[in-house]
């Protein structure tokens, strides 16, 4: 019965800050960190059946099974039968998906099998290396020399693994990554996205060799108390020695604070001197370094407070309004994932084209690329886990896997001036069970970084009186900023419908709309009444916008839906779609609709009026 099983997930809850650290620790600001690059052609074996992985029997082979994909694969003698090998006539690069390398897995889902050589020689023999993975889609099966190095689940997320002496050799070292992409039920994103499931290594993989007492992680932030340059962090280590102390350097504003350290933590507390603060009009960071006995690091740090005041958002005590897209990480043009800096470039300069403060990374925490140049271009961000649509919200494991991408997503980024909300999830559908997991899911983001706000893109309730359209939705009580996601005159309705609905939410807090729009193929030219034409989303549009200028005064700003089209396994008009959701304001060839501008002029309005 229902009851038995909230019990049972509210007692899995309790018990799940264990849970979510228990991981290998992931090193933060991986960019200032002596490291090798293992990215290039990596050699593969495509293995539907997991033949490298499962015996015939389908249990798991045994680490020195000769036929597991992860043994050698060279011939030893005439006699020596092998059943795998990597040869470079099967190359693939990494990082990048592997649907758009070749044709023959432009719908792969399943186990691809990687292998790289390389040589190694630490620089002290008292340090220690781990390998690490800017993120790999979905299940990473790292193994070296042979030897099983560890597992990770999350296609959007890094992290890293330790190696140890013993598994390292100076030359020719042979890895093997099995990365597998199946999605399943009880998985976070599940069975069902409105997005294509890229699998493959998809970010950079890199050596990282660190000292042996070594500075894991720092967060160092404005409090969101703070109205006078108050920073409250933490700085955390491993293997701290006795006595350790910890200092933070400005250089540009004199400061040079230290710390003591217990139990590998030390606890920050200064006030910045006369100082800029970050805003997307003057992104201003300065340049942070972080100190041990044995370590240093150095990051650009933007300093802002992002708090909610009745139905404000205000950032450094001033509302904002926020000037939003929101962005896949893909690049249409390639029909790929987003992966490089130039990458970032493109998304982010299209994003300034139309005139953003803001831009939300949907639906799964996007390359770190792109968050470091949010930062350094000036625009806010909204990072959010793929916990979209029905996931199974009864099963305390699958919370657990929500909490450790949340974990991961927040570590990567918590230094980021940038980022001011976290979402926990998209449209989940409203019952008890959801409402209790999602709940706590906002509460480990607040409870993990208390300097940002919470959110999460709800779904409206349509109440036929005045054509009201409200957000009632219970989540809404935990939330910093009630989100939304309308399609009004898409699904359902004509765009004129906009002209007399009105909305509202029955929380006093700020409202945003995180997700409005209408398809249009790129190109694609008729009159205004023809589906799937430019001029018929620009139509959209036009109606959407006259209805944004009369949203109530906690309206704080939107994200429509979206910056450019992306491939999606849901879409499959053989005319309009051809497995492509052509929501975007930037076509397949990176071409701007006649609807990006209607957006752009109205980004435009709102900001000379500011
Ligand atoms: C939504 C989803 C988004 C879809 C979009 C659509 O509400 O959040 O992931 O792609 O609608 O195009 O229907």
Known sequence: PIITRLILLISAFLSLPFLAFSQNDLIANIPSRNTISLNGRWQYIVDPYETGFYDYRFKERKEADAEAYWSSDVQVNKMDRKEHGYIDKYTLNVPSDWNSQNDRLYYYEGTVWYKKSFDYKKSTTSNRLFIYFGAANYRTDVYLNGKKLGMHKGGFTPFNLEIADSV??????????????????????????????????????????????????????????????????????????????????????????????????????????????????????????????????????????????????????????????????EIPQGKRRAQSQSD????????????????????????????????????FVWSEIPVYWTIDFSSAAVLGKAQAQLNEMITRDHNRASIIIWSVGNETPVSDIRTIFMKTLLQTAKKTDPSRLVSAALEVDYHSAENLRSVDDPLGEYVDVVSFNEYLGWYGGTPESCRDARWSTRYNKPLFISETGAEALGGYHGDAGTLWTEEFQERFYKEQVAMLKRMPDNYVGASPWILADFRSPRRNNPTYQEGWNNKGLIDQQGRKKKAFYILKNYYNQIQTKN
């Open 168 to 329: 390292l050799k100076e030359k020719g070292n042979y890895l093997v990554v099995k990365v597998d992409n199946k999605r399943y039920a009880d998985e976070i994103p599940t069975l069902n996205t409105d997005w294509w499931n890229y699998g493959g290594i998809t970010r950079d993989v890199k050596l990282v060799e660190l000292p042996a007492s070594a500075i894991i992680d720092y967060f160092i932030q404005l409090s969101p108390a703070s109205t006078n340059g108050e920073i409250e962090g933490w700085v955390k280590l491993n293997n701290a020695v006795p006595n350790e102390k910890a200092t933070i350097e400005i250089p540009e504003l004199k400061v040079k604070h230290t710390f003591n350290v217990n139990n590998n933590l030390a606890e920050v507390k200064l006030t910045l001197p006369q100082f800029q603060c970050w805003l997307p009009e003057n992104p201003k960071c300065y340049k942070v370094i972080i100190k041990t006995n044995s370590d240093r690091v150095e990051e650009k740090i933007g300093f802002r407070t992002v708090k909610v005041a009745g139905k404000s958002i205000l950032v450094n005590g001033k509302p904002v309004f926020l000037r939003g897209i929101s962005i896949h990480g």
């Open 344 to 379: 970032a470039l493109q998304l982010l300069t299209w994003a300034k084209e139309l005139g953003c403060n803001m831009v939300r990374l949907a639906h799964y925490p996007h390359d770190e690329k792109m968050t470091r140049l949010a930062d350094s271009l000036g625009l």
